[in-house]
């Protein structure tokens, strides 16, 4: 778990117009995890905490991008990558998705996904 300088914040809100930029292009340089999120959904409220520990323990290895699905147009990427229910998390790395999980999963469970993706 390296521990990154720079002013970026670890986890951010995106939606359609900025996701290209945001989670794609950013990407190239740092892991982006993003998280797909609708506020009526209990096990959305359970997961986003868990995930907001988690890249807070990475120190910097990777940046968290939360998508509210019923904001705007949002739901417009839900279905570019095919999602059928929330929450659904994707991670992203060189501009390409490497892994995705949805539900709501223990702290343990999303380490070890992303150590698996990411190396560490």
């Known amino acids: 778990m390296n521990n990154v300088t720079d002013q ?7 939606d359609e117009p900025e996701f290209d930029r945001k989670v794609l292009q950013a990407s190239k340089t740092r892991p982006i995890m993003v ?3 609708a506020d009526w959904c209990p096990p959305c409220s359970a997961l986003t905490p868990v995930l907001e520990r988690v890249v ?3 120190g910097g290895a990777f940046r ?4 509210e699905v019923d904001e705007g147009d949002n739901m417009r990427i839900a279905g570019r990558y095919g999602l059928r229910g929330f929450p659904t998390v994707l991670l992203f790395v060189n501009g390409e998705e490497v ?3 949805n539900s709501a999963r223990p702290e343990s469970w999303v380490r070890e996904f992303l150590d698996e993706r990411l190396g560490a």
């Not at 970026?8 to 995106?14: C, E, G, I, Q, R």
């Not at 968290?64 to 998508?67: C, G």
């Open 56 to 58: 807070q323990q990475y």
């Open 8 to 14: 970026a914040p670890l986890s951010f809100d995106v």
């Open 64 to 67: 968290l991008a939360k998508i």
């Open 99 to 101: 892994g995705r999980f």
């Open 35 to 37: 998280d797909f999120w």
